[in-house]
Structure formats: C-alpha cells, structure tokens
C-alpha cells in the first residue's frame, strides 16, 4: 500500500536509528498498517469523565470548523431541507 | 405480548433445498410463487425457523413475529388461491430494522430503554408492504437509537454486536446491524434498513449484500424512529440490486402523513446497454489508493476493474475539498438527535444505554448552539450546489461502499485503524483523516447524505481473510433507477453478490 505516499517520503521506512532525528514528514503509519512498523495508539479511555470530554471536544470541533467557513450574510434558500 | 423475541436455538446442518430457498432472492421466490412451487406459509415458516434458530448466532433478531407472520401468510395464499395475487412482493417475508413500529411487536429501538415497549401501530412502510402482500417476520436487531450520539463499541445495542456472518468475530455494521447479517445469512430474503448517514452502506458493505439508500423524501418515515429529520431515509437491503429494485417499488410513494415524502412514486425501469455506455462515471483513484485499507486495496481495485468493463467513460472527479462535510454532518445529527430524545436524555432511563460515548455524545449534542446547526444547514445547500456541478460531468460518482472490510468487534470503533479512513468505523461515514494527500471522495457517505441523494452499495470482492468488499454508485436525487441498473450490470459481470458466508 501507499507506494506514492512512500514516494514522497511521507511514510515511515522503518525505525529511525538512535541518535537520528526522524526526517520532516517521515511520519510513522498509523496503527493497523501491515507492512510497516507501526506505533500502536493508546486505547482510548473509558472514563465517564474523558468520554464526556472527548464528546464535547466533537461537538466544539465540528463548531470551529463550521464558523471557520466565515459563511457570508446573503440571501440564501431557507434552512428547510429539501433534495 | 403476543410475538417471541429472540431465543437462542439449536443449531441444523448447511444444505438442501431449503437452504437453496433461503438464498432464492425475492425475485426468484416471486417466481416459485407465482409457478405455486411454493406457497407464502411455506416461505413464512421457513423464515420464522431460520430467524429463531440462527438469528442468535449473529446478534440479528430483536423479535421473531411468528403469529403475524403466519395470518399474513396464510391470507395472502388465501387471496392467491381466489386469483387475486398482487405482484412481485406477494407472499415474500421480510423483516423489519427495530425502529420500525409494527402493531402488536416489540420496538426497542435497539435499546435497553425501551425492551418492553410494544406499539400499537404500524409504520407507513409496513402498511404499505402489506398492502402489496409483504409478510413480516421479524423485527430486527440495531445500534441503540441508531447510534446518533456517536458510539464506540460494537456491543452498543440492546441485542448486543451485530456480527457478520461471514465471521462472527468481525462486526455486521451500523446501525441496521441486523438488517445486514440477516439478509447475508439468509434468515429473511429482504429487509427495511435505515439511513442517517452510512447506517444502510456500511451493515450492506460489512455483511456482503446490496443496500440501498433511497432519496430523502422517497419513502415515508412516518412511524419509524426519528434521529435527524433533515437527514433520516428507509431502504430496502436484499441479495441483488434486481431485488432492492422490486422491493423499493413497494416501499416507495407519496405520504400525506410525512410531510417530507417528496410525493414520488418508484418504477424499476432498468437501462441498459448502450445506454449504460453511454454513461460518464466519476471516480477518485485516491479513495483505493490512498483512502483505503491496504487490505482493501486490491478487493477494491478488482471491482472497479470490473465496473470499467461496462464501457463507460470513467472521468476523474471529487468533491470540493474546502467544505466541512464530516463536522457538517455530525452538527445535524447532534443537534437534531439531541432533540429528538431530549425527553430520554434527561431522564432517569437514560443511563440504561449500553455505549458510555453514546450516552456523552447525545448530552453533548444538547449544547450544539443555534447557530452552527443553521450553519451546517447552509454547508448543505454548498453541497447540494457542488454535486449539481459534479452531475452536470458525470451522471454518478462511485467510490469504495467503505474502505475497509469490517472490524473485529471488541475494536473501538472511533480509532483509525490505518491508511484505510473509513476503515476506522467512524459510526457517521465521515472521514477521519482530512490530511490526505490527493483529492477524494472519500467523505462521499456524509456528503451524499447531507444532500439527501441516493446511493446502492453492492459487494465487490473479499479481503485475503474473506471478508466481504463493496462499491458504492451516488447519482442525482431520484436517479435510483440508473443506480440500481449500474448495480444489476455489475452483478451480471459478477458472481460475489451470490456467494454464501461460510456454513451457510
């Protein structure tokens, strides 16, 4: 997978030697990927206290990334959905 | 109550002529029908046996509906017997997602809330069917309240994980969990699935049958569970795209009672041919290339090779990349599914739900101000313009159903599981990694759904561990005929829409 990923270097190629920096934008692969090393991500926690954090974390992301739009005030068909 | 919920039963060998009636599909149980092969009672207990005795072992039924299912049955071969058979779906069983209210049955809404909870009505759906002689047989299993505060786990349902038949380790999908499975592992030829966004693609993708998601407005909700008005649509999932044909022309129609019905009626009118040639289709090689799981990849690739062969143009074509689609989505079913359980959610009742982040996710969703779920309407409108655009150059767009097989069901499902995006079980169908780095469509689910279009998902191979892939067809509203004939098409070229899940 990924051959052009790889090709522009922004995947890693194995484990970077100690004592190296890990080059700008060899990024190791996200968990799952099979024919890389991969860095497995912590689980995430059940907590009631973090769930409830991480789900107002959503609803605020989904904020910002709304208002980041900067949506014009112009005239535009009403809010009722249609197809 | 007078209907059985789901009882785990023993077990009976694969094979035989029952097993080959189990599989015949609604057009070829039509046809048996029709030459009185076999009669609708007959059908209606072979169904009700395999609901009760395999439906357990995939987590599918929330009830099996033995005495309804007979008394229809047995009038519709009555009125057969006297000459006034009523086409296609006459006499055929089929089961209903759990957020469909059937008079006398259980509807739990897939959560715990509500498992005594037994309506006196039928949706208009249901009526509907049974007007064109449709037995129901069952109702079947879901994520708790279609899963519109976000879930994390598969267990996250009153039935428990769905499971794909295809290995009962992986998950069925959501949130018609049960509608897939038991349309794969043949308890019921056909089945009401529903769709807020990715909740009809991904239990069909997941599980290996085809499903469609009808145009917003094209079937009627009434008396069918509300999670997002703006964006809620019943469909039918079945072996074949020839099927989901003959059943959507049953489900579909005007509805005075839903005053979103858009007043339209279905006819299956297959195109074909040349004018299948004809076609210009609009693909992303990133979705398999770069959006998909490496696992997926070559499933994926070997089924768009075979679409290719049908001779149409295919173009290079994807969404606008600048628009919010993944938060504009979760904006709507946040701040309408809050809503729409307000009562529950501030209720002591509401602790029973099985999913922690489900739970969270709807009490957050209280808070979604005004003005973002107006702003998330207008993204709409965007997207809306955008694929009026994309469908003025191509006449559909086609992308991986999901880019990946499905997960094992002890995974968190709000964890990328790798390169393959929509592999991770996002329950919206949005994407979770907008780092990519060439066009897509991979946020075709959330976007396709935000602009109420319609769509068929259709198996197009299996992963080396045998679990199924499939494509996905998007189209203008109302085009459900040239989707579901692209569909047709490939499953003449195909046989993986006909395989059997192991045992089976």
């Known amino acids: 997978m ?82 | 109550m007078s209907e059985r919920r789901a ?47 395999r439906g357990p072992t995939y987590n599918a039924v929330a009830a099996v509906l033995p005495e309804r299912g007979r008394r229809e049955a047995q009038r519709v071969d009555e009125r057969r017997r006297r000459g006034a058979g009523r086409g296609t779906l ?39 069917l049974q007007r064109a002689g449709s037995v129901l047989a069952a109702k079947l299993a879901m994520v708790e309240l279609a899963g ?54 991904t239990p ?10 009808p145009t917003y407005g094209l079937v009627s909700r009434r008396g069918a569970m509300a999670l997002a008005w703006t964006l809620d649509k019943l469909g039918p999932m079945a072996r074949s795209a020839e099927d989901c044909a003959l059943v959507l022309e049953g489900m579909a129609g005007p509805d005075r009672g839903d005053p979103t019905s858009s007043g ?32 997926a990849q070559e499933g994926l690739a070997a089924g768009l090779k075979v679409l290719r062969a049908v001779g149409a143009k295919f173009v290079e074509r994807t969404l606008p990349s600048d628009l919010p689609y993944g938060p504009a989505v979760s904006t709507v079913i946040f701040a309408e599914g809050s809503a729409a359980f307000a009562q529950l959610i501030e209720s002591p009742e509401f602790e029973t739900l099985v999913d922690a982040k489900q739970k969270a996710g709807l009490r957050a969703g209280l808070s979604v101000p005004a003005r973002d779920h107006i702003d998330a309407q207008r993204v709409r409108v965007r997207i809306q313009e955008a694929f009026r655009e994309i469908f ?9 159903g999901r880019g990946a097989a499905a997960p094992r069901i002890e995974e968190p499902l709000d964890v990328p599981r790798g390169p393959g995006t929509r592999s991770s079980m996002d329950s919206r169908g949005q994407p979770e990694r907008p780092e990519a780095q060439r066009p897509n469509n991979a946020a075709l689910i959330a976007a396709g759904n935000l602009a109420g279009l319609p769509a068929v998902c259709f198996p197009c ?44």
């Open chain 2, 148 to 201: 519109g505060g976000g879930y994390r786990y598969a267990s996250a349902s009153l039935q428990g994980p769905g499971l794909t038949p295809w290995n009962t380790a992986h998950w069925s999908g959501g949130s018609s969990s049960g509608s897939g499975a038991a349309v794969a592992a043949g308890l019921v030829p056909w089945a009401i699935g529903s769709e807020t966004s990715g909740s009809i693609i």
């Open chain 2, 7 to 53: 009882r785990p039963a023993g077990g009976r060998g694969a094979g035989g002529a029952d097993e080959e009636l189990a599989f015949a599909g609604v057009a070829g149980l039509a046809g048996l029908l029709r030459r009185k092969k076999v009669s609708a009672v007959e059908l209606t207990e072979l169904f009700l046996e395999r609901l009760e005795r």
């Open chain 2, 461 to 504: 191979g299996f992963t080396a561990e045998g679990l199924p892939l499939s494509l996905q067809v998007v189209g203008p509203p109302f085009s459900e005929n040239l989707l579901l004939s692209v569909a047709a098409w490939f499953q003449a070229q195909s046989d993986w829409h006909l395989r059997r899940p192991p045992g089976l």
């Open chain 2, 392 to 400: 003025a150059e191509v006449d559909v767009l086609v992308s991986g």
């Open chain 1, 2 to 83: 990924n051959a052009n990923a790889r090709r522009r270097g922004q995947v890693s190629r194995g484990p970077v030697p100690e004592g190296r920096k890990r080059p700008e934008g060899d990024k190791p692969l996200p968990y799952g990927d099979s024919d890389q090393p991969t860095e497995k991500p912590e689980p995430p926690s059940d907590e009631p206290e973090a769930v409830k954090k991480l789900s107002e974390e959503n609803v605020r992301k989904a904020s910002e990334a709304l208002r980041a739009l900067k949506l014009p005030n112009e005239a535009e068909p009403c809010t009722v959905f249609k197809p």
């Open chain 2, 90 to 128: 006459d006499g055929i069983p089929y089961g209903a997602k759990d957020l469909v209210a059937a008079r006398g049955a259980p509807t739990t809404w897939g959560a715990p809330t509500y498992q005594d909870r037994v309506l006196d009505y039928d949706a208009a759906v249901v009526t509907k």
């Open chain 2, 204 to 213: 069909a993708s997941f599980c290996g049958v085809t499903g469609v998601r």
């Open chain 2, 264 to 295: 339209k009626q279905f006819r299956w009118e297959p195109v074909r041919g040349r004018e299948l040639r004809r076609l210009k289709i609009g693909f992303a090689p990133a979705d398999i290339e770069e959006m998909a799981a490496p696992a």
